[in-house]
């Protein structure tokens, strides 16, 4: 009888750039609002109410057109730009974003109907625990001194002030 000591090997899990997270959050959250807007437009009256020339209670122009260009212009310059600002600038862009951002999300609440209140509850709660985790890592997007100190940088440190 053989017993087999056989342990699996453990998958490699490298620690993923805070830059890559946001992208990702970013990402996620313009495909989430593009389909909840999509997922809209099955409810029953929604395409004639356009058609009328009305989403919710406001008339549609080139000018709400343009806002609506601009609120998923948002999220998605926030993937490229999560990935290639500075890491200070990269943070205080994230947070003041998500924050002015959050507000809007929430706004997609106006007008709906109890019949689909479980519908905005879920798709407005999901979009919000994404900013709250865009949120979440760029306030702790940990902080590395430039030259650390101690004893052993300090040649390391004379070096610099020269």
């Known amino acids: 009888m053989t017993i087999r000591t ?7 899990n490298p620690p993923v750039p805070v830059q890559a ?12 609002i593009l389909y909840i807007d999509y997922f809209h437009l099955y409810q029953p009256g929604a395409i004639d109410q356009i058609r009328g ?16 260009f ?17 890491a200070r600038v990269n943070r205080a862009t994230n947070l003041v974003v998500a ?10 609440a106006a007008g709906a109907t109890w019949d689909y209140a479980f519908y905005y509850a879920l798709t407005i709660g ?4 994404i900013v709250a985790f865009i949120l979440r890592s760029a306030w702790t997007w940990s902080r590395i001194p430039a030259v650390p100190s101690g004893p052993t940088t300090t040649d390391l440190r004379q070096e610099l002030r020269q």
Do not use: C, Q, R
């Open 6 to 12: 056989h342990t699996p090997k453990l998958l490699d």
């Open 21 to 32: 997270k946001l992208a990702a959050a970013w990402g996620t959250l313009a495909f989430l």
């Open 53 to 68: 020339g009305e989403i919710f209670i406001l008339d549609i122009s080139g000018g709400l057109m343009s806002i609506f």
């Open 70 to 86: 601009v609120i998923i212009l948002i999220p998605g310059s926030m993937i490229m730009l999560s990935t290639t600002l500075p």
């Open 99 to 108: 924050s002015l951002y959050t507000p809007l999300l929430v706004f997609n």
């Open 126 to 129: 999901i979009e919000l625990l």
